[in-house]
């Protein structure tokens, strides 16, 4: 650890929680350097749908490595390429009936919401951007204007500008639909708002702690958009690619947004990647008017191809996705309804949920707790105050279900009236 102590900066993170080297992963699990064995509930917040060094993935990776593929393109037209375009094309949005552009930007989250916000100005001419409470869409300039967390907008060192920030389905309580007072500030010429280039949104707030739009806020959020001309813009870099049960998270809802961002599971294997969607008509850049040097990882493309074929070609993922979303639903009701005297709920959608510990205090000592008996677990929400389950998408029944009972014995040594209850060895033992 002594390295990492010297010359590593400050600003490192999950580190803090997890204070170990890790030097080893497969499927779900991680390993230190002392050999010790930790189910991954992090799963790089939502890079790993498919698990560390997913054997499906690997093989071709492998191949193409040393068969001397194009790593390196920027973006000129490579074979990696041309497959994974034919492959997302053929077996994601066809059979969806989208029709989108793909773009590819940066490889990460952050430059696609800014390549997408950037297109929403240019083609619409308007300036401000409508995004949401709780919101969390990156953390460059452009993109942290669009989040809410005052922690990271803290850091920004200048003023954050061009938004309007409305509040998320469910911010001012149960039976308030908030689309109705964006639609009202809309048309009122009086209202201090003027006409916004696109609605940016996430369909479950995972940072901003695992918020869920309903499909109905979802569909009148779209009404509101057609109404007075505004894109709509999803930011499926950390709902999408089966975390919620399909492909991408809006699907349930029918709802048609105008352009889609995409990063972090997209490439499959954890490899930096990210794409943003826009309809046809919407493809008005010019040459190389947002571009950047790793914008070709054509190694993400081999994999996201492979991560395609395996697990989208037809529906039984999809469908394994849901049952496990359905078992963590149930046993998350069960554990609130035990454990913290009536103020936990849970709270999400699909393979994206968590447990709302009413204070980050309780929240920490959770995860703390998780840790020391072999489970890698974080917190979410403005005061980190989540419990947040987001095991890979390919975990086992048997593990998830070990994870969960994990979960449920941390909350109750916490949350148990004797006080603390000395750590014990691993959970997990090679």
Aim: proline share 3%.
């Amino acid at each position: 650890m002594k390295i990492f102590k010297e010359i590593e900066s400050e600003v490192q993170s999950y580190a803090r929680s997890f204070p170990c080297v890790f030097n080893r992963a497969k499927d779900e699990f991680m390993w230190d350097e002392e050999g010790n064995r930790y189910l991954d509930f992090l799963a790089g917040a939502g890079t790993l749908n498919y698990g560390h060094n997913n054997d499906h993935l690997k093989a071709n990776l492998m191949k193409y490595i040393m068969e001397d593929g194009i790593t390196h393109g920027l973006d000129m037209h490579t074979k990696a390429k041309g497959d994974f375009l034919n492959t997302f094309n053929e077996k994601i949005l066809k059979p969806r009936d989208m029709e989108y552009m793909v773009q590819f930007t940066g490889p990460t989250g952050t430059n696609a919401v800014e390549a997408a916000m950037k297109l929403a100005r240019n083609v619409t001419g308007q300036q401000n951007i409508v995004t949401f409470t709780n919101g969390f869409h990156g953390v460059s300039l452009g993109a942290l204007s669009a989040t809410g967390n005052s922690h990271h907008r803290d850091a920004a060192g200048v003023s954050l500008n061009g938004i309007h920030r409305m509040p998320f389905d469910g911010y001012l309580g149960d039976g308030i639909d908030t689309t109705e007072y964006l639609d009202k500030v809309l048309s009122d010429s009086s209202s201090g708002i003027n006409s916004p280039a696109a609605v940016l949104l996430e369909t479950v707030q995972g940072e901003g702690g695992v918020n869920v739009a309903s499909i109905e806020w979802l569909q009148n959020l779209e009404k509101v958009c057609r109404k007075h001309g505004l894109l709509l813009i999803v930011d499926d870099i950390q709902a999408g690619c089966g975390r919620t049960g399909t492909f991408f998270s809006f699907e349930e809802s029918g709802i048609k947004p105008d352009i889609i961002t995409m990063s972090k599971s997209i490439s499959g294997y954890g490899l930096p990647f990210a794409v943003v969607l826009m309809k046809p008509e919407l493809d008005q850049w010019k040459p190389g008017e947002h571009n950047g040097t790793f914008r070709g990882n054509n190694l993400a493309f081999v994999t996201a191809k492979d991560a395609i074929d395996h697990y989208w070609s037809d529906d039984v993922f999809s469908n394994e996705v849901k049952a496990k979303g359905e078992y963590v639903k149930e046993q998350l009701i069960d554990i609130v309804g035990q454990y913290g005297e009536g103020n936990f709920t849970n709270k999400g959608r699909g393979m994206f949920q968590g447990i709302n510990c009413v204070n980050g205090e309780i929240a920490a000592k959770i995860t703390k707790k998780a840790f020391s008996k072999g489970m890698i677990i974080e917190t979410s929400g403005a005061d980190d105050q989540i419990v947040k389950l987001f095991c890979p998408l390919t975990i086992t029944q048997e593990n998830l279900e070990k994870g969960i009972e994990i979960l449920r014995e941390s909350i109750k040594e916490v949350c148990s009236k004797e006080g603390d209850i000395p750590e014990e060895k691993l959970y997990f033992q090679d």
